[in-house]
């Protein structure tokens, strides 16, 4: 079994919990791009991590993006098309900054914000 990390007194929730999309991230994502795929205008979508979890990215809105299956996993897929995922990665740098992928534990440890509340972590991205 793993052990969970401890920092300052907090335990930190697993990196597979923490790359998780809640039904409350999943319909920001949604609110915040639209319900439709964001190369091809497909209403069948796929909540997409432009920031890979296995590169760290976390499953909170601003790190989710609305994409078919075709632009998400197929052949002309960002899984697949580099320049297609830098695209996106740029995207969502250029509307919420480089912590875009981030979740509160991450901003936490960084000495970004004082605690892990949510408010902490939406005022962050306020800012």
């Not at 299956?69 to 996106?88: A, C, I, S, W, Y």
Request: glycine residues 8%.
């Amino acid at each position: 079994e793993k052990r969970l990390e401890v920092y300052k007194g907090r335990t930190i929730p697993s990196k597979r919990q923490r790359g998780k999309v809640s039904k409350k991230d999943y319909y920001k994502a949604i609110e915040a791009n639209g319900d439709s795929c964001l190369v091809c205008g497909s209403k069948q979508i796929e909540m997409h991590h432009v920031m890979f979890r296995s590169k760290g990215g976390r499953g909170t809105w601003r790190n989710l993006i609305p994409l078919c299956p075709e632009h998400h996993r197929g052949k002309t897929g960002v899984h697949q098309n580099k320049d297609l995922m830098l695209h996106f990665q740029k995207r969502q740098a250029e509307l919420y900054g480089p912590y875009y992928h981030c979740d509160k534990w991450d901003l936490y440890k960084a000495g970004l914000i004082p605690n892990t509340t949510d408010r902490a972590f939406e005022e962050f991205f306020e800012k």
